[in-house]
Nanobody, 127 residues
């Protein structure tokens, strides 16, 4: 199990941008799993959690609702993942959670959760 620390949430108007970041705390991956799966999920009040984006050694995957607006990135051999959110909409309002599968080099579908989770950071978009 690994601890994840998120930052970067906040409030912006529709059309604005925010950047979230998430790092593992006190964790050094083995050589085999140096590039492990990380991702972002979100949960709005009264709604189920949904996958937003994930990234692994093969690249990035996005939910349809954020394609073309959000960019997930992670430097090689880094334990920090970023989510650049552009052209934000009120429906993007949610608590965003960083997640990681430290024993997976390839992420599963965004329909699945991951093993380890951050505490979440609130993103509020006003119209």
């Amino acid at each position: 199990q690994v601890q994840l620390a998120e930052s970067g949430g906040g409030s912006v108007q529709a059309g604005g941008s925010l950047r979230l970041s998430c790092s593992t705390v006190g964790y050094t991956p083995s050589k085999t799993y140096r590039q492990f799966c990380m991702g972002w999920f979100r949960q709005a009040p009264g709604r189920e959690r949904e996958g937003v984006a994930s990234i692994d050694m093969n690249g990035a995957t996005y939910a349809e609702s954020v394609k073309g607006r959000f960019i997930i990135s992670k430097y090689d051999n880094s334990n920090t993942v970023y989510l650049q959110m552009n052209s934000l909409k009120p429906e993007d309002t949610a608590t965003y959670y960083c997640a990681a599968d430290i024993y997976r080099r390839l992420c599963r579908s965004l329909d699945y959760g991951m093993d380890d989770w951050g505490k979440g950071t609130l993103v509020t978009i006003s119209s």
